[in-house]
């Protein structure tokens, strides 16, 4: 199993199906996580999404856990955030999510918390290091079919009532918040145009990732045919959020935080955001302009979640669509929850949604850009550009290197789900966000990673 340590990442456990993960495997996971939960008899939540694996995945799971003594609550196929909604709905141990986010249809994965925090780091490193140990006896827990859908639907759409009607495009893409998205956002009062809201974990239209620009044409081009207010896309989980203005221009999970916290400062006068390295400077700018409290911090859903429970903010976000709400709902990611509540923004003003977000388009920037690299050289380049570059510039390195340059910034950070450097480059103009570009390109080419 040496082969394979490297699924075991820093903030959930992620592999391809059949050579890195198996239904033995996820046995071994199962008992490893009972094992290690400080409850004798963990009540714990179990969901999974609908990918073609993870009926199976989940099965040896959920075996391992109640070897190891646990009482499982199986809420059978649902999306991500149901899971963290029925943990702190069910007052459970800790919850467990099969799946493969994002990523492409033969991969899947485990998300995990447990006595309502992140389960990452340490504790993921834990798991792998006692996965072989031999079984106890007389640990013999049991399984529940629970089905929570109707109350989760309930209580997320009982929170917002639209007062003004908004035409959504909503655009799934065949993830598992098919199952609930457009219910939610017609039962709040929208007009929903449904694309690839049919479950399909084969993902047969387009991969499920709205920070990818191709990913959305068909959201930007059903946005314009149907002349609608704004379109709405999920990952495969439904734990993150992308959009698109009615004009068809897409709006960055930074600017939607951002909307969102000063939709929330309006209201309450005060209140602390956290936003990760990824995001726009504008972020931080406009929120504590308005008063606000903002702090960057590092990338990833867990990291993220475990930093606003310690500063206690009201939200916190990412660039990738991760949007966490602890004011007005129960602080963890809900793309589902986070469409209804950019609608009742939108709904609330005499503003459209494009006008609302060109107000803050202020600095020249570029999408999340992946670049390919094998696992093994992804620390040996961030060591190199850390020392390089920090010896020309001034470098934030709280996660990766964000180097602040004149006018702008340029980063370099090593994905933690996939064997990819991510880059993301913002200047003031166009001029110097093309020199910024092109200074970090050019050194990377010069350690032989190839930007396409």
């Known amino acids: 199993m040496t082969n394979i340590e490297h699924i075991f990442r820093k903030y959930d456990i992620r592999g391809i199906v059949g050579t890195e993960l198996s239904s033995e495997l996820m046995e071994k996971i199962g008992f490893a996580f009972g094992r290690l939960h400080p409850r004798q008899v963990p009540q714990i939540v179990i969901g999974r999404d609908n990918r073609p694996s993870s009926d199976y995945l989940t099965e040896g799971l959920i075996a391992g856990l109640i070897d190891a003594g646990a009482r499982v609550l199986d809420l059978g196929t649902v999306p991500t955030p149901v899971v963290y909604w029925a943990e702190k709905t069910m007052e459970a141990d800790a919850g467990i999510q099969v799946t493969g986010s994002h990523n492409p249809s033969e991969w899947n994965g485990v998300k995990m918390s447990s006595l309502g925090k992140p389960f990452y780091g340490k504790d993921i490193q834990n798991l792998w290091k006692i996965l072989e140990e031999k079984r106890g006896e007389g640990r013999v827990g049991q399984r529940l079919a629970v089905d929570v859908i109707d109350d989760y639907i309930r209580d997320v759409s009982g929170r917002f009532s639209l007062e003004k009607p908004l035409k959504v495009v909503l655009d799934c893409g065949n ?38 620009d191709e990913n959305l044409e068909d959201l930007i081009d059903t946005v314009k045919s149907e ?66 409290e903002a702090i960057m911090w590092k990338t990833g859903h867990s990291l993220i979640k475990n930093k606003m429970a310690e500063e206690n903010a009201d939200l916190a976000g990412e660039m ?46 570029t999408p999340e850009i992946r670049i390919e690299i094998p696992e093994t050289r992804k620390k ?16 934030v390195d709280i996660d990766g290197v964000r180097i602040v340059f004149e006018g702008g910034w340029g980063l370099l950070r090593a994905s933690n789900t996939q064997p990819v450097l991510v880059a993301r480059f913002e200047a003031e103009s166009s001029d110097q966000l093309n020199k910024i570009r092109q200074e970090i390109e050019g050194w990377l080419f010069n350690q032989g990673v190839s930007v396409e």
């Not at 929903?192 to 049919?198: N, Q």
């Open 175 to 212: 993830g598992v918040g098919s199952l609930v998205g457009v219910q939610i956002l017609e039962t709040i009062g929208a007009e929903v145009v449904p694309i690839h809201c049919v479950s399909d974990g084969t993902f047969p239209n387009h991969h499920p990732d709205p920070t990818v």
């Open 227 to 292: 002349e609608a207010d704004l379109g709405i896309g999920f990952d495969g989980d439904a734990d993150r959020i992308g959009a698109v203005d009615g004009e068809g221009n897409i709006v960055r999970g930074d600017l939607l935080l951002l909307l969102m916290g000063l939709d929330m400062l309006s209201q309450k006068g005060h209140g602390k955001m956290i936003f990760d390295v990824k995001c726009s400077q504008i972020v931080k700018d406009e929120f504590t302009k308005k008063g606000g």
């Open 320 to 365: 990738s669509g991760h949007i966490f709400f602890a004011d007005g709902y129960l602080g963890f990611d809900d793309a589902l929850y986070s469409a209804a509540r950019l609608l009742d923004v939108v709904a609330r003003t005499d503003k459209s949604f494009a006008q609302i977000a060109n107000q803050y388009k202020v600095y020249q920037s």
């Open 380 to 395: 040996e380049i961030m060591d190199a550009a850390a020392e390089h570059f920090g010896g020309l510039y001034k470098v």
